[in-house]
């Protein structure tokens, strides 16, 4: 990897909306550092790409973590961070097992904290340099069977809206951005056990296409990235009905889907 290309961090690199960003960041000439679990996903994709990093370590463990964070801490041309690691599980919360609640929280929120904090440490001194925290349409209400996920997006999202707050305070150019995607053609919802079947296609939307929208935001400065028109309704509305009547809207939307 040459050490002056611009370096990009993704988290999650394994699958997903991590071998997109992936991808389309090698395309525009980064050098990437690859983090997932999966050894042999990262060094496939290492592989098609033609040279990556590949850094294999499990977020929710702290021994894990901090060698991100430490390997971010030695990299002074670091230029973007991806938060993407992530995962949804479905089911009442208090019929899940508490320790893949406790996991997604890990992951979700004290990962993309601690990596965030230690890609700033880099980037602010530097002036220069980019985060974006993958976040979801789930961020903007709540729905049974997915407390936990949409708990933990929430918080991505004010956290995001927090460090572009100081940041502006500060007077310093790095970006932040939450990207908040709906439906996504991934190996997300399959993991989950989800039918996709039982989602209408036309809510559906290509990786290629949130991946594109979410870094042509970024080099516009946008804090909140929804891609898709639906998606962007979707979130208006959220905003405007009540409390009582989405409170309503979400509980027949999962019995109707078969969600819970």
Known sequence: MSSEKP???????SAGLGVVFAR???????????????????????????GAEVLPADLADGDGLKRV????????????????????????????PVDGQDTMHRVHIIATMRLSHAAL??????????????SSVAAFGQSP?????????????????GLYLELKNAG?????????????????????????????????????????RSLAGLERGELFVVPGAIYKLIVALEG????????????RYSRAAKRV
């Open 24 to 50: 389309r960041l090698a395309r525009d000439g980064f050098g990437l550092i690859l983090v997932a679990r999966r050894r042999d996903r990262l060094e496939a994709l290492a592989r098609e790409l033609g």
């Open 240 to 251: 405007v009905i009540p409390g009582r009547l989405r409170r309503a809207l979400a509980i």
């Open 7 to 13: 370096l990009a961090l993704v988290t999650g690199a």
């Open 145 to 161: 069977g997915s407390v936990s996920y949409c708990a933990t997006k929430t918080w991505i999202n004010s956290f995001t809206e």
């Open 172 to 212: 310093s150019p790095v970006r932040v951005q939450a990207l908040c995607p709906g439906f996504t053609i991934t190996e997300f919802h399959d993991a989950m056990g989800m039918d996709r079947a039982t989602i209408p296609r036309w809510l559906w939307m290509r990786a290629e296409d949130v991946v594109e």
């Open 69 to 96: 964070e430490d390997r971010i801490a030695q990299a002074p041309n670091l230029e973007l961070l991806v938060n993407n690691a992530g995962f949804g599980v479905g089911g009442f919360f208090f019929n899940r």
């Open 121 to 134: 440490r880099v980037m602010v001194p530097r002036s220069k340099g980019a985060i974006v925290n993958v």
